[in-house]
């Protein structure tokens, strides 16, 4: 059984989070609230712990791990050569969802980088997460705290959901504020290349990096990930989802067609949907998710609707794309690892 601890979201308690940073520091696997969702952390520089986030999660030794940090003066102590542009990122963008991946310290554990010669790094800005790395006097590798593949964690309970018994402890700081996970930013290679699309948007990036490379990543089954997320099936409920993207109106005219088609079939169907679009499918017999009315709030509830509609015995689950600026470039990202790839595009 797991142990969950609740704790202030904007003012741990120190007790509860020295708690907690003692299993870290013993070797043991603590979950505990992030910016973006909930990391599953061990301490970076044990390779035992470490190896024990891979069992945990069912995670493929070949996806790396992010270490997280309580201030980049614990940069320099994890990775090598690190170039002036990383610090200026790290000025204006730490704390927060941006991780920078960097040449890796050779005294660090060959499994937290998936044996690849990088390290991926970040400063989180929850103060929960924040306190308890200080407290545990060490970086802590961490990723998202659920089974490898399924949807993201953005609550304690969506954590205990999947990983109760796998790991010692909890800490339950509520909701997640961000709900996808940091852009994971590759700074050994040039241009600067985006590997996973995150909490930190492109635009923001360019203004820094007017070279940036934002091209798509897809790592193969069986090959070393260059990044956590990259895989093409992530982010996936148990049951198969549709990705729909075109020309707003006829992409929602074909996820119609789809849905009066698959209930025609008497197949329970279920729809990602933005608040203004739930009416139009009021009239169908189908289960609904309401996403929100803007990017901010799609990005905060989007795992909890995958979760959601996974859970309600859907045969299957519709979404659709959303404008690819700003957060929508991240969700666009999770919903077609979501998809495992499958997309439908609405023509006129």
């Given at each position: 059984?797991?142990?969950?601890?609740?704790?202030?979201?904007?003012?741990?308690e120190?007790?509860?989070?020295?708690?907690?940073?003692?299993?870290?520091r013993?070797?043991?696997?603590v979950?505990?609230?992030?910016?973006?969702?909930?990391?599953?952390?061990?301490?970076?520089l044990?390779?035992?712990?470490?190896?024990?986030?891979?069992?945990?999660?069912?995670?493929p030794?070949?996806?790396?791990l992010?270490?997280?940090?309580?201030?980049?003066d614990?940069?320099?102590?994890?990775?090598?050569?690190?170039?002036?542009?990383?610090?200026?990122?790290g000025?204006?963008?730490?704390?927060?969802?941006?991780t920078?991946?960097?040449?890796?310290?050779?005294?660090?554990?060959?499994?937290?980088?998936?044996?690849?010669?990088?390290?991926?790094?970040?400063?989180p800005?929850?103060?929960v997460?924040?306190a308890?790395?200080?407290?545990?006097?060490?970086?802590?590798?961490?990723?998202?705290?659920?089974?490898?593949?399924?949807?993201?964690?953005?609550?304690?309970?969506?954590?205990?959901?999947?990983?109760?018994?796998r790991?010692?402890l909890?800490?339950?700081?509520?909701?997640?504020p961000?709900?996808?996970e940091?852009?994971?930013?590759?700074?050994?290679?040039s241009?600067?290349?985006?590997?996973?699309?995150?909490?930190?948007?492109?635009?923001?990036?360019?203004?820094?990096?007017?070279?940036?490379d934002?091209?798509?990543?897809?790592?193969?089954?069986?090959?070393?990930?260059?990044?956590?997320?990259?895989?093409?099936?992530?982010?996936?409920?148990?049951?198969?989802?549709l990705?729909?993207?075109?020309?707003r109106?006829?992409?929602?005219a074909?996820?119609?067609?789809?849905?009066?088609?698959?209930?025609?079939?008497?197949?329970?169907?279920?729809?990602?949907?933005?608040?203004?679009?739930?009416s139009?499918?009021?009239?169908?017999p189908?289960?609904?998710?309401?996403?929100?009315?803007?990017?901010?709030?799609?990005?905060?509830?989007?795992?909890t609707?995958?979760?959601?509609?996974?859970?309600?015995?859907?045969?299957?689950?519709?979404?659709?794309?959303?404008?690819?600026?700003?957060?929508?470039?991240?969700?666009?990202?999770?919903?077609?690892?979501?998809?495992?790839?499958?997309?439908?595009?609405?023509?006129w």
């Amino acid at each position: 059984m797991t142990r969950v601890l609740h704790v202030t979201p904007n003012a741990p308690e120190p007790d509860r989070i020295e708690i907690a940073a003692r299993a870290i520091r013993e070797g043991r696997l603590v979950a505990f609230p992030t910016e973006t969702v909930y990391g599953l952390g061990a301490n970076a520089l044990d390779p035992a712990a470490v190896a024990r986030i891979f069992e945990a999660k069912g995670r493929p030794p070949t996806d790396p791990l992010i270490a997280h940090i309580a201030s980049p003066d614990q940069l320099r102590g994890l990775a090598l050569d690190i170039p002036q542009l990383a610090i200026d990122l790290g000025e204006r963008l730490w704390p927060g969802p941006l991780t920078l991946v960097l040449k890796r310290n050779p005294r660090l554990p060959a499994n937290l980088s998936a044996g690849r010669d990088t390290v991926a790094v970040r400063q989180p800005a929850h103060p929960v997460a924040a306190a308890l790395i200080r407290s545990a006097g060490t970086p802590i590798a961490a990723p998202s705290a659920n089974l490898f593949s399924r949807p993201s964690p953005t609550t304690a309970e969506h954590v205990l959901r999947d990983l109760d018994g796998r790991i010692d402890l909890i800490l339950d700081g509520g909701p997640t504020p961000v709900g996808v996970e940091s852009t994971v930013l590759d700074l050994t290679v040039s241009p600067p290349a985006v590997l996973r699309p995150g909490g930190v948007p492109a635009e923001i990036l360019r203004e820094m990096i007017p070279t940036l490379d934002v091209s798509p990543r897809v790592a193969g089954p069986a090959e070393s990930a260059s990044s956590p997320g990259t895989f093409l099936k992530h982010y996936s409920p148990q049951s198969p989802l549709l990705l729909f993207t075109g020309p707003r109106d006829s992409m929602l005219a074909e996820m119609r067609r789809t849905a009066q088609q698959l209930l025609a079939e008497n197949k329970r169907v279920a729809m990602l949907l933005a608040t203004p679009e739930i009416s139009l499918f009021a009239d169908l017999p189908v289960i609904t998710f309401d996403l929100g009315d803007d990017l901010d709030s799609v990005a905060r509830r989007l795992f909890t609707g995958l979760r959601q509609l996974d859970s309600s015995g859907a045969d299957l689950i519709l979404a659709h794309d959303f404008p690819r600026e700003g957060l929508g470039l991240a969700i666009w990202d999770r919903l077609f690892r979501a998809a495992e790839g499958r997309v439908v595009i609405g023509n006129w």
